[in-house]
T-cell receptor, first 115, second 113 residues
């Protein structure tokens, strides 16, 4: 069972546009929601993360919107640039944790930003 | 730089051979994780260490897989009698149990012919 569902699978955006990636989760015990950015041949890099006590977190052009009642969170990339072209993964976990298998990743969204 | 170094970055091997991957995290993280990532999928948990103790293993980690972390520093992941289904990116990560932050290395890509 997929603990975190991510959509869309792929996304094409014009340079300067807004990219929006959505994730939904079921387990209300999750309390940490990170987004990872991955370029081909590289490991995932932590981009931005949010905890459920806030509804929005912004870092530069990247914003996470969090809707606790709907059990959904999304990544918004403002003024998208060709350099943002990558695969983005959402994840959810329970923190603190005594288990190693605390991170549940979405299936990824391949973003292409057209110049 | 995520403070996690993995070697080799790419390994091509024939089915049935053994392979070993190494992970070197910066010293202050006592939690070390191994994940596997196949094409088009997110990372999947394999195992983790708290210092030198291997505390949890996924069902994905068959008997052909073994991981060690001697002295709580670097870690190795060995795959014996490789199969084509083992072809994947093997990711090592360091992390904090209290904050949830997880930092991945560049990964070691395994191709089994």
């Amino acid at each position: 069972q997929q603990q975190v569902k991510q959509s869309p699978q792929s996304l094409i955006v014009q340079k300067g546009g807004i990219s929006i990636i959505n994730c939904a989760y079921e387990n209300t015990a999750f309390d940490y929601f990170p987004w990872y950015q991955q370029f081909p041949g590289k490991g995932p890099a932590l981009l931005i993360a949010i905890r459920p006590d806030v509804s929005e977190k912004k870092e530069g052009r990247f914003t996470i919107s969090f809707n606790k009642s709907a059990k959904q969170f999304s990544l918004h990339i403002m003024d998208s640039q060709p350099g943002d072209s990558a695969t983005y993964f959402c994840a959810a976990s329970m923190v603190p944790s005594n288990t190693g298998n605390q991170f549940y990743f979405g299936t990824g969204t391949s973003l292409t930003v057209i110049p | 730089d995520t403070g996690v170094s993995q070697n080799p970055r790419h390994k091509i091997t024939k089915r049935g051979q053994n392979v070993t991957f190494r992970c070197d995290p910066i010293s202050e993280h006592n939690r070390l994780y191994w994940y596997r990532q196949t094409l088009g999928q997110g990372p999947e948990f394999l195992t983790y260490f708290q210092n030198e103790a291997q505390l949890e293993k996924s069902r994905l980690l068959s008997d052909r897989f073994s991981a060690e972390r001697p002295k709580g520093s670097f870690s190795t992941l060995e795959i014996q009698r490789t199969e084509q289904g083992d072809s994947a990116m093997y990711l090592c990560a360091r992390g904090y149990s209290t904050t949830g932050e997880l930092f991945f290395g560049e990964g070691s890509r395994l191709t089994v012919l």
